[in-house]
């Protein structure tokens, strides 16, 4: 069974940083993209970044240049470093297997002004 278990939320005061880990089981997804997505209370869910299975990284004009995506080599964690955090980046985290649908549970992030 493929489960994705995201882990690294919490409150933080704003300009620090968070890294938020998704560990990966039931499978490899080393051929495939991984994303992060957030959904900020009262929101719909949104992209914030994905990384090809080659290892390119793209991110929404919001978080560039303060959220790095990066992996494992084994391709069983996928970690977003997030920088420089502000009230609102607060959200839900979540990170996803677009090509499966497969998701986590989720993370909360609440960034404190």
């Known amino acids: 069974q493929v489960q994705l278990v995201e882990s690294g939320g919490g409150l933080v005061q704003a300009g620090g940083s968070l890294r938020l880990s998704c560990a990966a089981s039931?499978?490899?997804?080393?051929?495939?993209?991984m994303a992060w997505y957030r959904q900020p209370p009262g929101k719909e869910r949104e992209l914030v970044g994905t990384m090809t299975a080659g290892g390119m990284t793209q991110y929404a004009d919001s978080v560039k240049g303060r959220f790095t995506i990066s992996r494992e080599k084994t391709y069983r964690t996928v970690w977003l470093q997030m920088n420089n955090l502000k009230p609102e980046d607060t959200a839900v985290y979540y990170c996803s297997v677009p090509r499966f649908g497969y998701w986590g549970q989720g993370t909360q992030v609440t960034v404190s002004s």
């Open positions: 039931g499978r490899t997804f080393s051929s495939y993209a």
